[in-house]
T-cell receptor
């Protein structure tokens, strides 16, 4: 069955450093991959979408890569700030039906 | 534009009861999806509605049902509540169906079953 894994439940980094979060998937070939941010007590917020034929996508301090050979996506936040502290979720398209399948998330903590 | 709204925000119910949750999507959005979020399982897809029709369903028992109205507002119902149904229920809307569309989530309804 389809499986999505986000590399770690928690990641602690120092302010100013680059945070790198990993999303791996198996038994699956998604055409699209999305990243969301979720703050405590709130719903996820869409950040970026990348297509299978795109290697990389950027938005301000965010960068996402999509390697269909490795079945992996990397999510980078450069010059991280304490305000970036949140849980980050990767989501893959569930095939032609269109629903999203979410990973369990990585909780990022950026220390000043 | 106003965001996705969900009511109520918090709910406490007793095992065996039923509950109805409501979701109002962003104006103009026709697709509404529902998710259950728990610490152990993460975000799990319940179902999607588009143009008042259920288009897709996740792996949940028949106690979980939903509907969508002509104005795109949606409700989900859980009958015969179990302790394990305690979770954050999230509604998300998107402008159209399909895997290339990002979803806009509401704040969720925190359901506690005692």
């Amino acid at each position: 069955s389809q499986k999505i894994e986000q590399n770690s439940e928690a990641l602690n980094i120092q302010e100013g450093k680059t945070a790198t979060l990993t999303c791996n998937y198996t038994n699956y070939s998604p055409a699209y991959l999305q990243w969301y941010r979720q703050d405590p007590g709130r719903g996820p917020v869409f950040l970026l979408l990348i297509r299978e034929n795109e290697k990389e996508k950027r938005k301000e301090r965010l960068k996402v890569t999509f390697d269909t050979t490795l079945k992996q996506s990397l999510f980078h936040i450069t010059a991280s700030q304490p305000a970036d502290s949140a849980t980050y979720l990767c989501a893959l398209d569930g095939g032609s039906q269109g629903n999203l399948i979410f990973g369990k998330g990585t909780k990022l903590s950026v220390k000043p | 534009k106003a965001g996705v709204t969900q009511t109520p925000r918090y709910l406490i119910k007793t095992r065996g009861q039923q509950v109805t949750l409501s979701c109002s999507p962003i104006s103009g959005h026709r697709s509404v999806s529902w998710y259950q979020q728990t610490p152990g399982q993460g975000l799990q897809f319940l179902f999607e509605y588009f143009s008042e029709t259920q288009r897709n369903k996740g792996n949940f028992p028949g106690r979980f049902s939903g509907r969508q109205f002509s104005n795109s507002r949606s409700e989900m119902n859980v009958s015969t509540l179990e302790l394990g149904d305690s979770a954050l229920y999230l509604c998300a809307s998107s402008s159209n169906r399909g895997r290339s569309y990002e979803q806009y989530f509401g704040p969720g309804t925190r359901l506690t079953v005692t």
